[in-house]
């Protein structure tokens, strides 16, 4: 009964605001907690911080000086076609492990991490007055875990991190948000033991929960606004050790590569 | 600045409790506003109603008792060979227009509403005790729009109505809940004309936000719980006549079909 009654409970996405530009060598944690106190927001056990990767890939200085980049005659012509920025075109195919398709001005690829998306994840940004490309974190599911240990040394709470992106779809048009690093929760709510009210086992019900709670926290912050960060309440989540690589599908199993 | 507080507002999903089992020509509206009754939970001007497709299912009677399946001889053989319920299979191959993957046991095909899924969205449960299978509502879109006009016609309020399902993704282990029929609202938020805080111009920001509610909600209610549906409070939607099938890609800009 616990379980229904907790399972059952309100679920509040609370935005952290007033969260500045982040530079080089900042620390997220750090920051975060600095915007918790001015915002007299507190952490409390079973809340889970999520956190858009651009200010951890700035704070790790994954930034790249647009005119610092020399694009390939290849970057160059497949730009120049689609009245792209060959810098950030170059950029997206060193990101990359393997293009996965590569059509009408669209990259997708595998990113060296294991991620399929648009871009290899780069992203164009503006940082001191200059244009710039943000790239995914090296390590998404070590900044989230290395994240988690700051608070816990600052403020004493163990609180499960994630780490977002927007993501395109197959499919299905528009961004939706997913966790591209997880630390100290179960990214998988997996009830495919479990039972239905009826007795029935269930099908397929492998639950992606950390991509939903992304995505919740991408309705909570908005991308106009400063609020690179959110507090998720109310949701039960499971421990597990497992991040975000994970939810990779390996290759051999997909059947879309 | 009054879009920004907004956007940094406290986002809140309110599960539904105490729904029963719906039967075919119930009406999916009085049995959500009698389980609010009962909740002493009101529903204001603001919230959206998130609700899983199988209670509409169902209502509108899109139910087959599997006993009266008959499957065709290829049905049989590919079922057998991957341990399958010939009838389930059977089924989602009838609900399909196309079929996009079948490999290893995976039937990943093209419903009649364009939605790309594993097995048409066909699920087994059980109904009146005996073993069924729930198909997806014929046009979920108006199945949303019909609900939202009962609501409104009994308590005098629009809101916002989605209904959902859980789709597995290509590259990602796991479901995630979508949006397969929306009414009353925007079910993108556009941000590809905006400005971001520095004054660039946002690069892809076609945020596909009707599938985030979808999420959040999905968090919120729980498989094993009888929460069919949800309250979202806080969201800044837009308004807007598209129904979900606007997220789905015309197939000539789809790279994956």
């Given at each position: 009964m616990a379980r229904r009654r907790e399972e059952a409970a309100e679920l509040r996405a609370i935005p952290i605001t007033g969260i500045g530009e982040v530079r080089p060598g900042d620390s997220v944690a750090e920051t975060i907690i600095a915007a918790l106190r001015r915002q007299k927001l507190n952490l409390v056990a079973g809340d889970i911080l999520v956190i858009t990767h651009k200010i951890v890939s700035k704070a790790e200085a994954?930034?790249?000086?647009?005119?610092?980049v020399q694009p390939s005659p290849a970057s160059r012509r497949w730009a120049a076609h689609y009245q792209l920025d060959a810098r950030l075109v170059q950029l997206a195919l060193e990101q990359?492990?393997?293009?996965?398709r590569r059509k009408r001005g669209i990259i997708i690829t595998e990113t060296a991490h294991g991620f399929v998306c648009a871009n290899s994840g780069v992203d164009a940004s503006n940082v001191d007055g200059g244009r710039c490309a943000v790239l995914l974190p090296t390590d998404p599911d070590r900044s989230a875990r290395q994240i988690r240990r700051a608070i816990r040394k600052r403020l004493g709470i163990s609180v499960p991190v994630l780490i977002t992106d927007s993501f395109g779809r197959p499919w299905r048009e528009g961004l939706c948000e997913v966790a591209i690093g997880v630390a100290g929760m179960n990214p998988f709510r997996d009830f495919r033991r479990r039972r239905d009210p009826h007795g029935f086992r269930l099908r397929v019900s492998l639950e992606a929960v950390a991509d939903e709670l992304a995505c919740m926290a991408g309705l909570a912050s908005?991308?106009?606004?400063?609020?690179p960060a959110c507090i998720i309440r109310g949701f039960t989540y499971e421990l597990g050790r497992?991040?975000?690589?994970?939810i990779i599908r390996p290759r051999k199993r997909d059947l879309f590569r």
């Open positions: 994954r930034i790249v000086a647009l005119d610092q990359a492990r393997r293009v996965v908005g991308k106009l606004t400063r609020s497992d991040g975000a690589s994970s």
